[in-house]
């Protein structure tokens, strides 16, 4: 009986990956709106008007490539799970993980919702997910 127990919890943990990554694509598409809503928003004119050279435009570091609206997407969501994680460890006096350290890395390194979704799981393993 412990083999079917086993084997139920591993299916169960397929469905509800399926259903972590759709929830974290979620919240992307809401850091998506609300960067929408913040690039359309109007602003006061300044009264002088500033000069842009062309190797600051883009996104104002020279260097530096430009990001697309996708990737600032994922990075303000792994920001949210950063700061979910810091309050965590706040209250509970934990430490980072190896595994965690790993998964964040690897969301450094090729920021896609792919290497999101791992970051995530461990956020709601240990139920500090709000979302």
């Not at 460890?89 to 690897?106: D, E, I, K, M, Y």
Request: hydrophobic share 35%; net charge positive; aromatic share 4%.
């Amino acid at each position: 009986m412990a083999d079917l127990t086993n084997s139920t919890k591993r299916g169960a943990s397929g469905a509800g990956s399926d259903a972590l990554t759709e929830r974290v694509r979620q919240r992307v598409t809401l850091a998506g709106q609300a960067f929408d809503r913040r690039s359309t928003a109007s602003r006061p004119k300044s009264r002088r008007k500033k000069t842009a050279q062309p190797a600051e435009q883009g996104n104002g570091h020279a260097g530096e490539p430009v990001r697309t609206k996708e990737q600032v997407c994922l990075r303000a969501v792994f920001h949210e799970l950063g700061d979910a994680h810091r309050a965590y460890r706040a209250r509970t006096g934990q430490t980072v993980t190896p595994s965690l350290r790993a998964a964040t890395n690897a969301f450094k390194l090729d920021p896609t919702l792919l290497t999101l979704v791992p970051v995530a799981a461990f956020l709601d393993e240990l139920d500090i997910l709000a979302w």
